[in-house]
């Protein structure tokens, strides 16, 4: 059954959020593609509030529709846009190399609102 209480919840954008989507490596990493032009790196091991990477992907804030992690490369991000390209980001070790207690901490997130 879903639970009434989100794990949680993060204010991203000012306007919209297109996308939304985990790493395929890293249980506490996840990318946002907002309205603002911008994508958002976040890891939750390091951050819950605050995002590891900002990448303005657009000139003049023109959203960021969708993104998508490399299934067979997970360090490949690519992000469309409304500019109607695609761009393709690699990302740093840091945020491919899963940490010794990452399952641990993912698991005490998802059981603080259970309690």
Do not use: H
Request: charged share 15%.
């Amino acid at each position: 059954m879903l639970q009434a209480k989100p794990v949680l919840s993060l204010q991203l954008s000012q306007t919209y959020l297109f996308s939304v989507c985990w790493s395929s490596v890293r249980p506490l990493v996840f990318a946002a593609a907002t309205g603002e032009g911008t994508v958002l790196i976040f890891d939750l091991e390091q951050s819950s509030l605050c995002p590891s990477i900002s990448i303005e992907q657009c000139a003049e804030n023109q959203p960021v529709y969708c993104l998508a992690f490399n299934p067979k490369q997970p360090q490949l991000l690519a992000a469309g846009n409304a500019e109607g390209s695609v761009k393709i980001w690699q990302l740093s070790a840091e945020l491919m190399k899963q940490g010794p207690r990452e399952m641990n901490l993912l698991e005490q997130l998802a059981n603080e609102v259970a309690d």
